[in-house]
């Protein structure tokens, strides 16, 4: 089987200002593929081009083996895409059990699968029992695992997490690594942007470190560290970019 992302030149512009510069990107099936960088080094705006939600304006990008401009709708059926912001306030009425029925029939789940298949992704990230409780009672990391299983539930071939331990504590943060690892364990191909070094550090098998929306330097975690002697990514990030990684907001 061929690449599950396979990019060239991969560019968005913003006015003048050009938020992603020439990204090229090869990720094979099973993969656990990290894009790293500080706030504004264009992660998201990756990601959006890659789920057809922002088209490029320039360069080309296949994936799942489609052309993300001209075959839009098959790329669709096959990924999962987990936003970076927390779900919008409306949903916070209803149980974390309605919330992903609502999502199943958005992403075309047939009907008489629908309860089944919810039931299977809440069981997946750990949330049978409190799937019947309201989503506004959930805590931040429960959200989070809400949130990936949604992204579950149409089977993908590809999962997009944009950020997917943002501003959670620690304990929930190993949580979420622990499903995401499981979910790769069963093939699925994952595609992780994160400005938390450690993070990528523990879970990607390849990464690519971005800023200012050019590719820095790619490679797996090790290869990374041992080019340079280093024992963090932190210090990769530094020693190739001169400067630190900023914790803003945003
Ligand atoms: N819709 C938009 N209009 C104008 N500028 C944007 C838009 N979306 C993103 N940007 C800019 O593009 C850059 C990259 O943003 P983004 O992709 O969100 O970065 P990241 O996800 O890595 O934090 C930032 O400078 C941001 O301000
Ligand atoms: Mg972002």
Redesign the pocket.
């Known amino acids: 089987m061929g690449l599950i992302i396979d990019s060239e030149r991969l560019s968005r512009a913003?006015g003048d200002?050009r938020?992603v510069d020439g990204l090229a990107l090869a990720i094979a099936p099973g993969e656990i593929f990290g894009l790293l960088?500080p706030?504004?080094?264009?992660?998201?705006?990756t990601i959006r081009m890659l789920s057809t939600l922002l088209p490029p304006s320039g360069g080309t990008a296949r994936v799942c083996g489609f052309d993300v401009v001209r075959s839009a709708g098959e790329v669709r059926r096959r990924i999962g895409y987990v936003m970076q912001q927390v779900s919008p306030m409306g949903y916070y009425l209803l149980t974390g059990r309605e919330k992903a029925e609502i999502e199943a029939a958005l992403y075309h789940v047939p009907r008489r699968r629908l309860k089944a298949r919810v039931g299977e992704v809440l069981e997946l990230v750990g949330l049978s029992e409190s799937a019947d409780r309201l989503v506004q009672e959930y805590s931040g990391g429960m959200q989070k695992r809400l949130d990936l299983a949604c992204g579950l539930l149409h089977q993908p071939e590809l999962l997009i997490l944009d950020e997917p331990t943002l501003g959670l504590d620690v304990q929930s943060r190993h949580h979420m690594w622990d499903h995401i690892r499981s979910l790769c364990d069963e093939g699925m191909t994952v595609l992780l942007?994160t400005n938390y070094m450690d993070e990528a550090d523990r879970l990607c098998d390849r990464l690519t470190i971005i800023d200012h929306g050019r590719q820095v330097v790619g490679g797996t975690p090790a290869e990374l560290k041992a080019a340079l002697g280093v024992a963090t990514l932190d210090e990769v990030f530094l020693r190739h970019t001169g400067h630190a990684l900023r914790e803003e907001s945003g």
Request: proline share 0%; charged share 10%.
């Open positions: 913003f200002h938020a960088g706030n504004g080094a264009g992660k998201t705006t942007a």
